[in-house]
Every structure is written in C-alpha cells, then in structure tokens.
T-cell receptor, first 117, second 113 residues
Framework: AQKVTQAQTEISVVEKEDVTLDCVYE???????LFWYKQPPSGELVFLIRRNSFDEQNEISGRYSWNFQKSTSSFNFTITASQVVDSAVYFC??????????????WGLGTSLAVNP | DAGVIQSPRHEVTEMGQEVTLRCKPI?????LFWYRQTMMRGLELLIY????????DSGMPEDRFSAKMPNASFSTLKIQPSEPRDSAVYFCASSTRANTEAFFGQGTRLTVV
C-alpha cells in the first residue's frame, strides 16, 4: 500500500541554521509524483514543488533544495540559512497511482518547523 | 489571479444544523478537490471533480456529506445534519489538466457545538 512517512513531528532551530525535513514513501508503482507543501500559521496550504518519479535531479530554489533518491524512497527537503518566516508545517505527499491521473494524494502527517530568532 | 476562494472563513454552528461551505476555483482549472484537515487524521481527500463531474467520492465520510459542482466556477460541500465530530478545517483546491499540483484556498474552520 502507498504510504508517506514524515518521521520528524517537530523541529526547532535557530535562525540561519540549515534544516532538513525527511520524507520517506512507499509505492509499488513506477510512475508517481511527489510533492511538498507548506502550511504557515495563517493556515493556507502553499505548493512548493512537484517531482515525477523519472526525474531524480536535485532541485534548488533559492534557500530551498530537494533531494530525491529512488534507491531509498526518499524525497528530503532542506532549507538553508533558515529564517523566522520559514516557521510552518511542511507536508510531503505522494500521488496514488490507483486513483487515476495521479490526482489523489497520500499525505504525510507533516513536520512542524519552528525557526527561532 | 485571486486564487481559490472559500467562504465562509469561519463557521460555528449547533449540532443538527445544516452547514454549506462554498468554493470558487481558479479560473481555467479543470479539477476541484475538497479536503478535510484534523489533528487526529491529518489531511483527507473527501471528493474531487473533473470538469464539474464527481470522479471519486470514496473519502466522503457518510451520507450526511454531499458535494456539488453546478458549474466550472462554483462548488459546495454540505453537511446535514452536522455533528461535533465534523469540526475541522475544510479546504478546497483546484488544479489544471496539465499539472497535478493543486492550489488551495484558505480553508473554512468549522466548529460544531
């Protein structure tokens, strides 16, 4: 069965530290998508990145970077030089191949990141 | 673009009352999703539509929940009768045919007392 595990429930860092949020997934399908979303204290869910299973290139966007490794079924997210505004709950999600069109997502329970000044 | 718009932002109602949540997706998006978020169960997909047609409603908890999408720019999620265990944040999201990522509204925080 498909599953997404975010083992870190809460992380607390001091501003300017680097922090990595872990995401491990389980799927039997060969074609799937992985996502990261951010939920700041205001409550909305903000899309950060989508990665398809055939693209294992790492991605960097400003202070954010993502490391996708199919060999370990992981899709980890690193924030470099963290800032207070990065404080949020971060969710990793996997598309459910049985649902058709990869529209149905299986969500991790989230990692709550607190960046302290 | 205004993004996905949900109303109301907050709703407090008494047990047994009917509750209607509303959503306007991003213009041009073909898919619309209703999610529920609670501390206990996290994010759950309730139902999603493609071109106004319900595709998968397997996440709808029970017959008290219903969702409609009468046109491409409007959807409702109705709970009748409401129960305290329905208290949660309900999100609406939409996506295009080409891309699988969904864009979320700000959510409706529902409290049933």
């Amino acid at each position: 069965a498909q599953k997404v595990t975010q083992a870190q429930t809460e992380i607390s860092v001091v501003e300017k530290e680097d922090v990595t949020l872990d995401c491990v997934y389980e799927t039997r399908d060969t074609t799937y998508y992985l996502f990261w979303y951010k939920q700041p204290p205001s409550g909305e869910l903000v899309f950060l990145i989508r990665r398809n299973s055939f693209d294992e290139q790492n991605e960097i966007s400003g202070r954010y970077s993502w490391n996708f490794q199919k060999s370990t079924s992981s899709f980890n997210f690193t924030i470099t030089a963290s800032q207070v505004v990065d404080s949020a709950v971060y969710f990793c999600a996997l598309s459910d191949p049985n649902a058709g069109n990869n529209r149905k997502l299986i969500w991790g329970l989230g990692t709550s990141l607190a960046v302290n000044p | 673009d205004a993004g996905v718009i949900q109303s109301p932002r907050h709703e407090v109602t008494e047990m047994g009352q009917e509750v209607t949540l509303r959503c306007k997706p991003i213009s041009g998006h073909d898919y619309l999703f209703w999610y529920r978020q609670t501390m206990m169960r996290g994010l759950e997909l309730l139902i999603y539509f493609n071109n106004n047609v319900p595709i998968d409603d397997s996440g709808m908890p029970e017959d008290r929940f219903s969702a409609k999408m009468p046109n491409a720019s409007f959807s409702t999620l109705k709970i009748q009768p409401s129960e305290p265990r329905d208290s949660a944040v309900y999100f609406c999201a939409s996506s295009t045919r080409a891309n699988t990522e969904a864009f979320f509204g700000q959510g409706t925080r529902l409290t049933v007392v």
